[in-house]
């Protein structure tokens, strides 16, 4: 067994689990981590937003390589909405993605769904798919911030 599939089978067993270990990847720019999140499946399917579908592991490792060839992905997520059976779940969430700019740090808003499968090695995802955020999710965001600041 690859050792990422071995680690994987370590992370835990539910979709939620998968999912925080993911979100820790991204944080963190552990590769090795992030790929144990996904299933061993020719037909796993990754979409960035703006990008194009990725189809297999291969593509999909290749293009979080080029994303953390630039940095780690500050990605955290909030709002998250779940449809879970006994061998799938899908999350709908929005991602809170936390950025360092030249012009000062800055937030910006993602909207994916997350899949996963209960697999012979446990929980894994098998599609991501985030689109740009818009100026709802933003609001939403401010909108649940507690009104006291103390």
Known sequence: MPKAKLQAATIGGSADEIEAAFYEALRTGDIERLMACWADEE???CVHPGGPRLLGG???????????ANGVIAAYPEHVRKVETITSAMHNLVERIELHTPEGDAVA???ATNVYMR???????????ASPGTQQEMLAHIESLPSVLH
Do not use: E
């Open 119 to 129: 697999t012979p090695q446990g929980w894994r995802m098998v599609a991501h798919h």
């Open 43 to 45: 037909d796993i399917v």
């Open 109 to 111: 808003y993602v909207v």
């Open 58 to 68: 291969d593509s999909i490792r290749n293009s979080f390589d080029t994303m953390f």
